[in-house]
C-alpha cells in the first residue's frame, strides 16, 4: 500500500517559496513536489490584489495540470489576498496558505505579547497577519512594517551585505527603537528567512524570528492525513521545479533559498498567461 502518490504542488511569486519547500521536504520525506515560481512577474508584493489573484490563479491551474493532490501556496503576498478564491477554485483539492501557520508560530514565541510582522506591501496592506494573529489571541499587540526591496535583495542572494543591513535598519531601527519593543518577529515573506542573518543583527538577538515554513510543513501534514492523502512509499522522486523566466538563474540563486543545489536540468521553463 503506497498511499496517494501525486505529487503536492507548491508556488511563489519567485524563489522565496523554497524556503518552505525546504521545510516540507524535510517534515515529509515520502512526498514528491512540484515547485512553481513565478519569477517572470515577480514582486507580487507590489501588485494590486486582483493582479495577484489572477496570476496565482493561473499559477495553480499549471500544478493541477501536473497532478497535484494538494496546493501550497508558499507566498505570503497571495495567501493574504488569493486564499478563499484559490479554494474555491481547487476544490476539492485542498490549498493550504503561510499565513496562518505564521501567525500561529508567532502567538507560540511572544512572551511580551507584543509580535512586529515584517511583509511585502500588498501583505501588509492587506491586514491578513493582523486578522490571523487577532483571531489567535485577541490581547496581543501588532506592528507592521512592509519591507518590499528585501524581496529584491533576497532574490539577489545579497543575504548579508551592506546594502541589506543598511536595509534593515531603514526598516526596522524604527520598530525596535521604543522602550518596550516587539519580542517576536514575523518574518512574513517567504523571501525572508534568507536575510535572517541581517535581520537579527539589527533588531538584536533578544527577539524571537518566526517564519511560517515549519508550521506550514506541519500543517500540510495534518491535512494530507486528515484528507487520505498522504504518500506511505519511500521511493520520493526528485522534485520538479518550473520557472516563468530564466532557469538558469532559478537553479542558480534558488540553491541559496532551497538550502542545497538544484540541477538546472530539473527546471522547466513555462508560461503561465493563456492557462
Ligand atoms: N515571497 C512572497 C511572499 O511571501 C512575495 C514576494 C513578492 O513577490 O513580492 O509574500
Redesign the pocket.
Known amino acids: 500500500m503506497k498511499g496517494d502518490a501525486r505529487p503536492i504542488g507548491v508556488f511563489?511569486?519567485?524563489?522565496?517559496?523554497l524556503t518552505v519547500l525546504r521545510a516540507l521536504t524535510v517534515r515529509l520525506p515520502h512526498e514528491r513536489f512540484v515547485y512553481l515560481g513565478?519569477t517572470a512577474?515577480?514582486?507580487?508584493?507590489?501588485?494590486s490584489a486582483d493582479t495577484v489573484k489572477a496570476y496565482a490563479l493561473q499559477a495553480t491551474r499549471l500544478l493541477l495540470a501536473e497532478g497535484v493532490k494538494m496546493v501550497v501556496v508558499?507566498?505570503?503576498?497571495?495567501?493574504?489576498v488569493a486564499l478563499k478564491a484559490l479554494a474555491e477554485a481547487l476544490s476539492p483539492v485542498p490549498v493550504i496558505g503561510?499565513i496562518e501557520p505564521g501567525a500561529r508560530a508567532s502567538i507560540a514565541a511572544t512572551r511580551n505579547n507584543s509580535i512586529a510582522v515584517i511583509?511585502?506591501?500588498?501583505?501588509v496592506k492587506g491586514g491578513a497577519y493582523a486578522r490571523a494573529i487577532a483571531a489567535l489571541r485577541g490581547d496581543v499587540r501588532i506592528v507592521q512594517q512592509p519591507c518590499?526591496v528585501f524581496?529584491a535583495l533576497?532574490e539577489e542572494g545579497w543575504a548579508d551585505t551592506p546594502a541589506t543591513l543598511a536595509a534593515a535598519e531603514y526598516y526596522l531601527g524604527p520598530l525596535f527603537a521604543g522602550p518596550s519593543p516587539p519580542d517576536t518577529l514575523v518574518l512574513?515573506?517567504?523571501?525572508?528567512p534568507v536575510l535572517t542573518g541581517a535581520i537579527q543583527e539589527i533588531v538584536g538577538s533578544a527577539v524571537a524570528l518566526v517564519d511560517s515554513a515549519e508550521t506550514t510543513a506541519d500543517a500540510v501534514a495534518e491535512a494530507l492525513a486528515g484528507n487520505g492523502l498522504a504518500s506511505q512509499g519511500d521511493d520520493s522522486a526528485p522534485t520538479r521545479f518550473f520557472a516563468t523566466d530564466s532557469p538558469e538563474r532559478f537553479a542558480r540563486v534558488g540553491e541559496i533559498f532551497l538550502g542545497r543545489p538544484i540541477d538546472v536540468a530539473t527546471v522547466e521553463l513555462v508560461d503561465l498567461r493563456s492557462l
Open positions: 511563489d511569486s519567485g524563489m522565496g517559496g513565478d512577474r515577480l514582486p507580487y508584493g507590489t501588485k508558499a507566498c505570503n503576498t497571495a495567501s493574504a503561510v511583509a511585502t506591501e500588498g501583505t518590499q524581496v533576497a512574513g515573506c517567504t523571501h525572508f
